[in-house]
């Protein structure tokens, strides 16, 4: 069974600095797309960054600037540089992979969240 485990959250301050990361285990054939998703209380999800197995990009209006994704592809591994954290930063992160694996061509998982808290 895949498993994606998230680590990296926690509390700062506004204008600190956060690094998520997310590793994928279990029987991966190929990862494809791997990405953040946040969801703060009230709200809907929504994505914040994205990266494709090309290494190509996509992030929230939001966050442009101020975060950055990579992977390690070696490792199935999936980061989310923050900075420049703002309190509107405040959610659960969410990791998601897309990717291949013995049973299936197309599967999809989710990481179960991890805090992130920016206080004023």
């Known amino acids: 069974q895949v498993q994606l485990v998230e680590s990296g959250g926690g509390l700062v301050q506004a204008g600190g600095s956060l690094r998520l990361s997310c590793a994928a285990s279990g029987r991966v054939i190929t990862m494809n797309t791997m990405g953040w998703y946040r969801q703060a209380q009230g709200k809907q999800r929504e994505l914040v960054a994205q990266i494709t197995s090309s290494s190509t990009t996509n992030y929230a209006d939001s966050v442009k600037g101020r975060f950055t994704i990579s992977r390690d592809n070696a490792k199935n591994t999936v980061y989310l540089q923050m900075n420049s954290l703002k309190p509107k930063d405040t959610a659960v992160y969410y990791c998601?992979?897309?990717?291949?694996?013995?049973?299936?061509?197309?599967?999809?998982?989710w990481g179960q969240g991890i805090q992130v808290t920016v206080s004023s």
């Open positions: 998601n992979a897309k990717f291949r694996a013995f049973w299936t061509t197309a599967e999809e998982k």
